[in-house]
Protein backbone atom coordinates (compact mmCIF):
# COMPACT_ATOMS: atom_id res chain seq x y z
CA UNK A 1 0.00 0.00 0.00
CA UNK A 2 1.94 3.23 -1.12
CA UNK A 3 1.53 6.64 0.88
CA UNK A 4 -1.49 7.83 -1.83
CA UNK A 5 -3.32 4.72 -1.27
CA UNK A 6 -3.52 5.11 2.25
CA UNK A 7 -6.88 4.62 4.63
CA UNK A 8 -7.87 8.32 4.99
CA UNK A 9 -7.12 9.07 8.32
CA UNK A 10 -5.80 12.52 9.37
CA UNK A 11 -3.49 10.32 12.51
CA UNK A 12 -0.61 9.75 9.65
CA UNK A 13 0.87 12.59 7.68
CA UNK A 14 -0.32 10.57 4.54
CA UNK A 15 -3.68 10.22 5.47
CA UNK A 16 -4.22 13.76 6.74
CA UNK A 17 -2.76 14.81 3.33
CA UNK A 18 -5.14 12.38 1.48
CA UNK A 19 -8.21 14.24 3.59
CA UNK A 20 -7.05 17.55 2.83
CA UNK A 21 -6.70 17.19 -0.97
CA UNK A 22 -10.47 15.31 -0.74
CA UNK A 23 -11.81 18.99 0.08
CA UNK A 24 -10.47 20.60 -2.93
CA UNK A 25 -13.44 21.63 -4.69
CA UNK A 26 -16.00 21.68 -2.28
CA UNK A 27 -18.70 23.83 -2.37
CA UNK A 28 -19.35 25.48 1.25
CA UNK A 29 -21.46 28.83 1.76
CA UNK A 30 -19.23 31.49 3.38
CA UNK A 31 -16.46 31.39 1.41
CA UNK A 32 -13.88 33.43 -1.10
CA UNK A 33 -14.50 32.69 -4.80
CA UNK A 34 -11.18 32.47 -6.67
CA UNK A 35 -10.73 33.62 -9.32
CA UNK A 36 -13.11 36.18 -8.92
CA UNK A 37 -14.35 35.95 -12.15
CA UNK A 38 -15.78 32.30 -11.68
CA UNK A 39 -18.74 34.10 -9.55
CA UNK A 40 -21.83 35.90 -11.88
CA UNK A 41 -20.88 39.20 -12.77
CA UNK A 42 -23.48 41.85 -12.38
CA UNK A 43 -25.75 43.15 -14.92
CA UNK A 44 -23.07 45.04 -16.99
CA UNK A 45 -19.86 44.04 -15.79
CA UNK A 46 -17.90 41.89 -17.24
CA UNK A 47 -16.61 38.81 -15.53
CA UNK A 48 -13.16 39.47 -16.49
CA UNK A 49 -13.53 42.97 -14.19
CA UNK A 50 -14.45 40.66 -11.14
CA UNK A 51 -11.49 41.45 -8.76
CA UNK A 52 -13.25 40.42 -5.65
CA UNK A 53 -16.11 37.39 -5.06
CA UNK A 54 -16.81 36.70 -1.16
CA UNK A 55 -19.70 35.67 0.93
CA UNK A 56 -19.01 36.46 4.72
CA UNK A 57 -20.54 34.14 7.02
CA UNK A 58 -22.39 35.70 9.62
CA UNK A 59 -19.98 36.35 12.96
CA UNK A 60 -17.36 36.59 9.91
CA UNK A 61 -14.70 38.76 8.66
CA UNK A 62 -12.59 39.67 5.12
CA UNK A 63 -10.40 42.22 4.01
CA UNK A 64 -8.63 43.37 0.65
CA UNK A 65 -6.11 45.63 -1.05
CA UNK A 66 -8.33 47.38 -3.57
CA UNK A 67 -6.96 49.79 -6.80
CA UNK A 68 -8.68 53.25 -7.09
CA UNK A 69 -11.34 53.54 -9.12
CA UNK A 70 -12.79 49.83 -8.20
CA UNK A 71 -16.11 49.50 -7.35
CA UNK A 72 -17.59 47.42 -4.01
CA UNK A 73 -21.01 45.71 -3.47
CA UNK A 74 -22.61 44.98 -0.39
CA UNK A 75 -25.11 43.06 -0.10
CA UNK A 76 -27.64 41.91 3.16
CA UNK A 77 -28.49 38.31 1.47
CA UNK A 78 -31.05 37.06 3.99
CA UNK A 79 -31.65 40.24 6.02
CA UNK A 80 -29.62 40.23 9.46
CA UNK A 81 -25.92 41.11 7.87
CA UNK A 82 -24.07 44.06 9.31
CA UNK A 83 -21.44 44.76 7.39
CA UNK A 84 -19.08 47.26 9.82
CA UNK A 85 -16.48 48.46 7.67
CA UNK A 86 -13.19 50.22 7.87
CA UNK A 87 -10.83 51.69 5.08
CA UNK A 88 -7.63 52.92 5.32
CA UNK A 89 -5.02 54.51 2.32
CA UNK A 90 -2.90 51.52 1.36
CA UNK A 91 0.03 53.45 0.38
CA UNK A 92 -0.24 55.25 3.79
CA UNK A 93 -2.27 53.56 6.31
CA UNK A 94 -2.12 55.77 8.87
CA UNK A 95 -4.39 57.50 7.22
CA UNK A 96 -7.72 55.92 7.67
CA UNK A 97 -11.34 56.78 7.91
CA UNK A 98 -12.61 59.26 10.44
CA UNK A 99 -16.13 58.83 10.86
CA UNK A 100 -16.52 61.66 12.78
CA UNK A 101 -15.24 63.80 10.29
CA UNK A 102 -17.56 61.96 7.26
CA UNK A 103 -20.83 63.08 8.99
CA UNK A 104 -19.54 66.34 10.91
CA UNK A 105 -17.93 67.76 7.57
CA UNK A 106 -21.17 66.88 5.62
CA UNK A 107 -23.81 68.36 7.79
CA UNK A 108 -25.50 64.67 8.05
CA UNK A 109 -25.25 61.50 10.58
CA UNK A 110 -27.13 58.96 8.43
CA UNK A 111 -25.33 57.51 5.32
CA UNK A 112 -27.06 57.22 2.03
CA UNK A 113 -26.24 57.31 -1.58
CA UNK A 114 -23.63 60.76 -2.06
CA UNK A 115 -21.96 60.26 1.20
CA UNK A 116 -17.87 60.76 0.80
CA UNK A 117 -16.19 58.05 3.78
CA UNK A 118 -13.76 61.42 4.67
CA UNK A 119 -9.93 60.22 6.19
CA UNK A 120 -8.88 62.06 8.92
CA UNK A 121 -6.00 63.76 6.24
CA UNK A 122 -9.28 65.82 4.43
CA UNK A 123 -9.04 63.32 1.50
CA UNK A 124 -12.40 61.07 -0.01
CA UNK A 125 -11.34 57.19 0.79
CA UNK A 126 -14.64 55.86 -0.99
CA UNK A 127 -17.57 57.45 -1.96
CA UNK A 128 -21.45 55.71 -1.88
CA UNK A 129 -22.66 55.43 -5.42
CA UNK A 130 -25.65 53.22 -4.19
CA UNK A 131 -27.84 52.21 -1.53
CA UNK A 132 -30.85 50.30 -1.24
CA UNK A 133 -30.96 49.68 2.62
CA UNK A 134 -31.37 53.16 4.15
CA UNK A 135 -30.46 51.53 7.44
CA UNK A 136 -27.05 52.25 8.51
CA UNK A 137 -24.72 53.68 10.99
CA UNK A 138 -21.90 56.22 11.72
CA UNK A 139 -22.28 56.68 15.27
CA UNK A 140 -22.20 53.62 17.46
CA UNK A 141 -19.11 51.72 15.48
CA UNK A 142 -18.56 47.52 16.27
CA UNK A 143 -19.24 45.73 19.17
CA UNK A 144 -16.35 45.05 21.75
CA UNK A 145 -15.06 41.74 23.29
CA UNK A 146 -16.53 42.98 27.07
CA UNK A 147 -19.85 44.08 25.49
CA UNK A 148 -20.76 40.60 23.90
CA UNK A 149 -19.23 38.44 26.50
CA UNK A 150 -21.69 40.51 28.82
CA UNK A 151 -24.45 40.15 26.41
CA UNK A 152 -23.97 36.65 25.09
CA UNK A 153 -21.76 35.21 26.59
CA UNK A 154 -18.67 34.81 24.99
CA UNK A 155 -17.36 37.90 22.71
CA UNK A 156 -14.26 36.34 21.18
CA UNK A 157 -13.03 35.99 17.71
CA UNK A 158 -13.19 32.09 17.57
CA UNK A 159 -16.24 31.98 19.45
CA UNK A 160 -20.13 31.88 18.70
CA UNK A 161 -20.70 35.23 19.52
CA UNK A 162 -17.74 37.24 17.62
CA UNK A 163 -17.35 40.74 18.71
CA UNK A 164 -16.53 43.21 15.24
CA UNK A 165 -13.86 44.69 17.24
CA UNK A 166 -11.73 41.22 17.49
CA UNK A 167 -12.19 40.81 14.33
CA UNK A 168 -11.22 44.16 13.04
CA UNK A 169 -7.92 43.03 14.75
CA UNK A 170 -7.47 39.58 12.93
CA UNK A 171 -8.13 41.52 10.04
CA UNK A 172 -6.00 44.31 10.54
CA UNK A 173 -3.15 41.89 11.12
CA UNK A 174 -3.03 40.38 8.10
CA UNK A 175 -2.33 43.70 6.94
CA UNK A 176 0.10 45.44 9.12
CA UNK A 177 -2.10 46.94 11.36
CA UNK A 178 -2.34 47.13 15.00
CA UNK A 179 -5.32 47.27 17.85
CA UNK A 180 -4.41 50.34 18.23
CA UNK A 181 -4.86 51.44 14.29
CA UNK A 182 -8.47 50.84 14.23
CA UNK A 183 -10.77 53.69 14.30
CA UNK A 184 -14.25 53.73 14.91
CA UNK A 185 -16.27 52.02 12.01
CA UNK A 186 -19.23 52.89 9.28
CA UNK A 187 -22.00 49.90 9.94
CA UNK A 188 -24.28 49.37 7.22
CA UNK A 189 -27.67 47.42 6.90
CA UNK A 190 -28.71 47.39 10.52
CA UNK A 191 -30.08 51.24 11.29
CA UNK A 192 -29.56 53.40 14.46
CA UNK A 193 -31.82 56.84 14.61
CA UNK A 194 -31.61 59.32 17.15
CA UNK A 195 -34.23 61.14 18.57
CA UNK A 196 -35.11 64.86 19.46
CA UNK A 197 -33.62 64.26 22.90
CA UNK A 198 -30.73 62.23 21.72
CA UNK A 199 -32.06 58.74 22.73
CA UNK A 200 -30.84 56.02 20.36
CA UNK A 201 -32.92 53.71 18.20
CA UNK A 202 -32.43 50.50 16.75
CA UNK A 203 -34.45 50.12 13.67
CA UNK A 204 -32.87 47.01 12.42
CA UNK A 205 -32.58 46.00 8.40
CA UNK A 206 -34.22 46.89 5.49
CA UNK A 207 -34.88 43.09 4.46
CA UNK A 208 -32.70 40.39 2.69
CA UNK A 209 -31.29 41.72 -0.93
CA UNK A 210 -30.65 44.99 -0.14
CA UNK A 211 -26.91 46.60 -0.80
CA UNK A 212 -24.65 49.30 -0.65
CA UNK A 213 -22.69 50.05 -3.42
CA UNK A 214 -18.73 52.03 -2.79
CA UNK A 215 -16.43 53.07 -5.42
CA UNK A 216 -12.61 53.41 -4.04
CA UNK A 217 -11.05 57.06 -4.45
CA UNK A 218 -7.52 56.05 -2.91
CA UNK A 219 -6.00 52.68 -3.39
CA UNK A 220 -7.75 51.22 -0.23
CA UNK A 221 -7.29 48.22 2.45
CA UNK A 222 -10.77 47.43 2.96
CA UNK A 223 -12.22 45.57 6.12
CA UNK A 224 -15.22 43.89 7.21
CA UNK A 225 -16.70 42.56 9.91
CA UNK A 226 -20.18 41.33 9.56
CA UNK A 227 -20.93 41.02 13.33
CA UNK A 228 -24.28 41.59 15.28
CA UNK A 229 -24.33 45.73 15.75
CA UNK A 230 -24.01 46.64 19.69
CA UNK A 231 -27.40 47.89 19.80
CA UNK A 232 -29.26 45.36 18.46
CA UNK A 233 -32.10 45.01 21.16
CA UNK A 234 -32.51 40.78 20.39
CA UNK A 235 -31.87 38.09 22.97
CA UNK A 236 -30.07 36.20 20.37
CA UNK A 237 -26.78 37.26 18.47
CA UNK A 238 -28.30 37.66 15.10
CA UNK A 239 -26.06 38.03 11.73
CA UNK A 240 -26.60 36.05 8.65
CA UNK A 241 -24.20 36.16 5.41
CA UNK A 242 -23.12 39.38 3.79
CA UNK A 243 -22.02 38.92 -0.13
CA UNK A 244 -19.10 41.39 -0.83
CA UNK A 245 -18.45 41.74 -4.57
CA UNK A 246 -15.91 44.24 -5.97
CA UNK A 247 -14.85 44.99 -10.14
CA UNK A 248 -12.59 47.42 -11.73
CA UNK A 249 -13.97 50.64 -12.30
CA UNK A 250 -12.84 54.29 -12.58
CA UNK A 251 -12.73 56.83 -9.91
CA UNK A 252 -15.03 60.10 -9.57
CA UNK A 253 -14.35 62.65 -12.28
CA UNK A 254 -14.52 66.70 -11.73
CA UNK A 255 -17.37 65.91 -14.51
CA UNK A 256 -19.50 63.62 -12.06
CA UNK A 257 -21.93 65.24 -9.87
CA UNK A 258 -21.07 63.67 -6.43
CA UNK A 259 -17.80 65.77 -7.24
CA UNK A 260 -19.87 69.36 -6.54
CA UNK A 261 -22.66 67.82 -4.27
CA UNK A 262 -21.54 70.16 -1.91
CA UNK A 263 -19.06 72.55 -1.15
CA UNK A 264 -17.46 70.53 1.90
CA UNK A 265 -17.64 67.37 -0.83
CA UNK A 266 -15.98 69.56 -3.19
CA UNK A 267 -12.89 70.25 -1.12
CA UNK A 268 -12.56 66.87 -0.34
CA UNK A 269 -12.30 66.10 -3.65
CA UNK A 270 -9.76 68.55 -4.57
CA UNK A 271 -7.54 67.69 -1.91
CA UNK A 272 -7.89 63.58 -2.90
CA UNK A 273 -6.40 65.34 -6.73
CA UNK A 274 -3.86 67.15 -5.03
CA UNK A 275 -2.59 63.82 -3.05
CA UNK A 276 -2.35 62.33 -6.38
CA UNK A 277 -0.87 64.80 -8.60
CA UNK A 278 1.98 65.26 -6.21
CA UNK A 279 2.64 61.34 -5.83
CA UNK A 280 2.30 61.20 -9.71
CA UNK A 281 -0.68 58.90 -10.01
CA UNK A 282 -4.19 59.45 -11.43
Known amino acids: MTAETAPSTTSTTAGARAHARAQEGTIVEAAPVRPASAWPAPAG?????????????GGGYTHKVLARGTTLRLTDLAGDACAHVLLFNADQPFERLNVADTVKVQWQVYPAAGQLLLSDQGRVLATVVAD??????????????????????????????????????????KNGLSRRDLPPSVSYFQGVTVDADGRPGFTGGAGAGASVTLRAELPVIVLIANTAHPLDDRADYASTPLEVLAWADAPTAPDDALWSLSPEGRRAFVNTADYLTARGLK
Open 45 to 57: VAADRLVWAETVA
Open 132 to 173: SSGRHDTIFGTSTATRNAARYGDGSAQGPTPAGRELFALAGA
